[in-house]
């Protein structure tokens, strides 16, 4: 029996059950592209016939790291970029669970992109919701890693003399094997996309852009939006590597100049996740190391006789 | 050392198999019923540099490495450097030679390999050899290895002329090559050690050097462990069954000795990106419900700070272990220090609330992980063990018994599903998993997956089921239960009372204080000492936060001063004693190194005699002396 009933449980859960009963209600400010993004996740999670407690959502810091403090699931709020390696590492020691990580642009593409890369690369099983706002909401609207050329704010009074990162292509480079863009602005391709991002096994990423009116006020409330998927404009194969490149390429360019292209870029189902590749190769047990300690029979190893004959 | 105790010193090049042969020599004398203890000396490179090990073979416990050696083994350094004297680096191929002369006594015994190293190139050799009556006996190693193997054999030369010279039966050695050699090079290293052996019986005097290997009989069995060997089979058998790190040395050799036993437990290791995610990646997996350690030495360490105090606001157990080198920055990777103590002690931002510990032995460190482990389960708090390149790397003789134990893989105070369906929730249905108001200031947790036991962990200041606040209430209430914690443990910890252990006549009059690896060797000083007539006695702490002040206060009220011995250049030791205390910096001075090499027992004998008692200056730079407060 497992010592985890809510996971793999058979619920009916509507969006609801993901509200908190009472408290905390959301302090965004109005018309802040995160509630899209809380909001997206309700609705997947629901569709998914997942029950909060088998879902994990860690989170970084900044305004986009408040997610968990709304959504009701086991949350973890961790630090300023590091959402990653706590969101990999829950799901190695309980593969069972759900896991789903969140954070800003800064935190994500910034000071946490080491993680980001490593992650990708690695195409651990869990989902990655990245509130690109071209913007450090949180800290009061420094330039990000994402905000465009020319960008002016406090800490950038001449306008930002660097070129914005791509995050699409960088994650296709690192190794993702599943990322989309989506936009606040359109919560039932939001909702489509964190469904299939989770059900897919290995990392997918969401670019999920969210305005932030306080702070990014220039920027454009990332409408009208394309999606390329439906687009009769767009003819590209997302399973297509060089393709899904070109296309992402496309898309990081058209933002700047005032186009909103959204949709899923580059679907691999075919790659093993990590914890598949660990398994094959004999360093990860077939059972949650987690269950294991509630196992009452079982017999623990000591390495007193495992390991001593060779120190003799 | 004593007359009846053997130092050896096998020196050569890195990457010339210096420490696999002086192992193997170790555990083969170790077999034989003796007691061993073995030091590493090596640079910081791959390949070429002089490197050497040495081992202390005594017939009674020996618990640090000797003042001096008796037996040179100087093989070539084949991956030497420009071997122009005028290099930056000097001569490198000579080095196994005339780097290792300073420190042999009297009478002892060179060794060295003529196909390689030509003494002519060493200023005064001869005279030397003639001053110190040293035994000399040039042997072309390389050729004797070479007719029946290969010339990496001369390693095994080497050993068969040791055995030949110092009269150690020559099956003690070679029925460990038998256990420890594949097939296909077992047969020409025999061949290679009986030619070399029978070949020094024949053309040498053997006789002549008063040089013998003693014998003993141990009365349980022995095996032959490292402090880092300690560390893992401790984590191993509190069912530590997940790691996650980054190489760096020293802590690299707990990392790979996990990594290389998880697999066939089922347990799970992770090489990544880099400490920040090491740390986070035993925080997420502890947090999930496994337990979880990370390490690393300074620089990685330095990185860890920051996930460091997000256990701590969430309590999150957490395993680090962190192997010091000398720093600051890259400062020496392969040479140990003790000066990360205070780096250890407060790193991270906010109120420090972690257990610290700095275990003296192998023996200890295995326990003191296993204490490590519980305490971070039980207490929800990290645990580090500090220690360094010395205690990991180096080798002595445990009674196996010490590691029959029974495993322990309690996951502490963590709620089953029932349980859950007891406790107090919220009105969201939030399981308050940080109460205001718990016994020892615990508040048991909830695992992910749990029915019933959703709650939000955060690095933000946080209301009973998670939700950040900034309350003055709830804060007072949340630091108070957390740091009650520490006082909890630490009454637990002067309950079984094992680690801080006191040697030597309770009545002297002086007393030598010491941290972490040093034990010993200060341990084996105060032995020299008393019987020169001194009156003196050692403090080993091994625990450094919570700091046990009771011990410590009531050893420096039985003595009239004390000697603090530590590898710092800053004092931090006896800082954290008078911080602790509140006082007693008028009664203790300090004892200093920091050059890269550890202390030897008659540094702290010279620093003891000249310095403290005598008031005179120290002769060389080796060790730092400095008074106590007002003087
Ligand atoms: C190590 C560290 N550095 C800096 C900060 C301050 N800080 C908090 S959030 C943030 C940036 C937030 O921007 P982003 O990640 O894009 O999140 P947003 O608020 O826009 O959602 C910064 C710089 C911190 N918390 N930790
Ligand atoms: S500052 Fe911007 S990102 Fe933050 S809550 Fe307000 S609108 Fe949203
Ligand atoms: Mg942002």
């Given at each position: ?63 986009s ?23 990999r590492?829950?799901k ?44 450090f ?6 330039t ?12 950038q ?34 909702k ?7 059900q ?37 194969d ?14 990081e ?25 660990k ?31 060779k120190?003799? | ?78 991956f ?21 002369l300073?420190?042999l ?33 040039d ?30 039966e ?110 986070a990646?035993a ?18 360490f ?27 920055s ?5 040479k ?28 200890e ?24 390149q ?44 940080f ?30 089921a ?14 108070n ?37 040093q ?61 602790e ?6 009664k ?44």
């Amino acid at each position: 029996m497992s010592a985890f009933s809510a996971i793999g449980e058979e619920t009916e859960e509507d969006q609801n059950e993901f509200t908190p009963g009472l408290e905390p209600q959301p302090t965004w400010c109005p018309g802040c592209g995160d509630f899209g993004v809380l909001k997206a996740l309700k609705g997947a999670a629901a569709e998914l016939g997942l029950s909060p407690e088998e879902m994990m959502v860690t989170t970084g810091i900044g305004c986009s790291g408040k997610l968990n403090s709304y959504f009701n699931s086991y949350g973890f709020h961790t630090i300023h970029g590091r959402s990653l390696p706590i969101a990999r590492a829950a799901k190695l020691a309980n593969p069972g669970l759900t896991v789903v990580a969140a954070g800003g642009d800064g935190d994500g593409y910034g000071i946490g992109g080491n993680h980001f890369m490593h992650t990708a690369r690695e195409n651990h099983d869990i989902t990655y919701i990245v509130f690109n706002n071209e913007i450090f909401g949180l800290t009061k609207g420094q330039t990000s890693p994402t905000s465009p050329m020319g960008h002016k704010s406090k800490t950038q009074p001449h306008g930002s003399a660097k070129t914005p990162l791509r995050p699409l292509s960088m994650s296709l480079n690192a190794g993702a094997s599943y990322v989309a863009r989506t936009a606040a602005v359109n919560p039932n391709q939001a909702k489509d996309i964190i469904v299939e991002a989770i059900q897919h096994d290995g990392f997918s990423h969401v670019d999920f852009l969210t305005q932030c009116p306080t702070w990014n006020k220039d920027a454009r409330q990332y409408v009208p939006y394309i999606d390329i998927n439906e687009s009769e404009d767009y003819e590209f194969d997302k399973t297509n590597r060089s393709e899904a490149s070109e296309m992402m390429f496309e898309t990081e360019n058209a933002l700047h100049e005032g186009t909103v292209l959204t949709g899923r870029y580059y679907v691999d189902s075919d790659r093993p996740s990590y914890q598949q590749e660990k398994k094959r190769i004999g360093e990860m047990p077939e059972e949650p190391l987690a269950e294991r300690y509630f196992d009452d029979s079982y017999e623990w190893e000591r390495s007193f006789d495992n390991f001593l004959d060779k120190h003799k | 050392m004593t007359d009846h105790e053997l130092i050896w010193r096998i020196a050569g090049g890195s990457g010339d198999g210096i420490a696999s042969t002086s192992q193997n020599f170790a555990k083969a004398l170790m077999r034989a019923g003796l007691h061993v203890f073995t030091h590493r000396h090596y640079p910081s490179r791959i390949r070429g540099g002089h490197t050497y090990t040495e081992v202390r073979v005594s017939a009674d416990p020996v618990k640090s490495r000797g003042d001096g050696y008796n037996f040179l083994l100087a093989l070539g350094d084949s991956f030497a450097r420009n071997p122009s004297e005028g290099a930056y680096y000097g001569n490198e191929e000579i080095k196994p030679l005339s780097e290792n002369l300073d420190e042999l006594v009297e009478g002892g015994v060179i060794v060295y390999d003529s196909g390689l190293l030509d003494p002519s190139e060493i200023e005064d050799f001869d005279e030397r050899v003639e001053e110190n009556n040293w035994h000399v006996y040039d042997i072309d190693l390389r050729t004797i290895a070479r007719e029946h193997g290969r010339e990496v054999m001369r390693n095994t030369a080497g050993v068969a002329v040791t055995c030949a010279i110092a009269d150690i039966e020559p099956d003690v050695i070679k029925s460990l090559m038998s256990d420890a050699m594949p097939d296909k090079i077992l047969e020409p290293n025999l061949t290679v050690f009986d030619d070399a052996y029978e070949m020094v019986q024949e053309e040498f005097d053997v006789e002549a050097p008063d040089i013998q290997a003693p014998t003993g009989e141990h009365d349980e069995e022995q095996v032959l462990i490292s402090g880092s060997d300690a560390i893992a089979y401790g984590a191993i058998d509190e069912g530590c069954r997940f790691i996650a790190g980054y190489p760096m040395t020293p802590w690299t050799e707990v990392f790979t000795i996990m990594t290389q036993n998880l697999p066939e437990l089922g347990g799970i290791s992770e090489q990544v990106e880099d400490e920040i995610a090491a740390a986070a990646l035993a925080i997420g997996a502890s947090h999930a419900g496994a337990k979880a350690m990370s390490g690393s030495s300074g620089g990685g360490f330095s990185l860890m700070s920051e996930p460091l105090g997000l256990a701590e606001i969430t309590e999150t157990p957490l395993v680090l272990v962190e192997a010091m080198r000398a720093g600051p920055s890259t400062g020496m990777p392969t040479k140990p220090e003790q000066s990360d103590l205070e780096h250890v002690l407060y790193t991270s931002q906010g109120d420090s609330h972690r257990v610290v510990f700095a275990p003296g032995t192998a023996a200890e460190a295995y326990y003191q992980t296993r204490k490590a482990f519980k305490l971070a389960y039980e207490y929800q708090i990290p645990s580090i063990v500090l220690y360094d390149q010395k205690l990991g790397g180096e080798l002595s003789n445990v009674p196996a018994s010490v590691f029959d134990e029974e495993p322990n893989a309690d996951l502490g105070s963590v709620l089953t599903e029932a349980e859950l369906e007891e406790a107090p929730h919220d009105d969201s249905g939030k399981y308050q998993r940080f109460q205001h108001d718990t016994e020892h200031g615990v508040s048991p947790r909830s695992l992910p997956g749990q029915k019933g036991g959703r709650y939000l962990a955060t690095g933000n200041e946080h209301m009973p089921a998670g939700h950040i606040s900034e309350s003055p209430e709830n804060r007072v209430a949340q630091m108070n239960r957390r740091m009650q914690k520490v006082d909890t443990i630490r009454a637990e910890l002067n309950d079984d009372d094992e680690f801080n252990t006191v040697h030597g006549d309770e009545d002297a009059d002086l007393g030598l204080i010491t941290f972490g690896s040093q034990q010993g060797t200060v341990e084996e000083a105060a032995d020299v000492l008393n019987e020169k007539g001194h009156s003196v006695k050692v403090l080993g702490v091994s625990e450094m936060m919570p700091f046990p002040k009771q011990q410590v206060t009531d050893f420096l009220d039985s003595v009239d001063e004390a000697l603090v011995v530590e590898m710092t250049a800053s004092a931090q030791f006896r800082g954290l004693i008078q911080k602790e205390l509140g006082g007693y910096g008028d009664k203790m001075s300090s004892l200093l190194k920091y050059n890269g090499n550890p202390f030897e027992p008659l540094d702290i004998v010279e620093g003891f005699e000249t310095a403290l008692l005598e008031g005179e200056e120290l002769p060389d730079n080796r060790t730092k002396f400095v008074p106590k407060v007002g003087e």
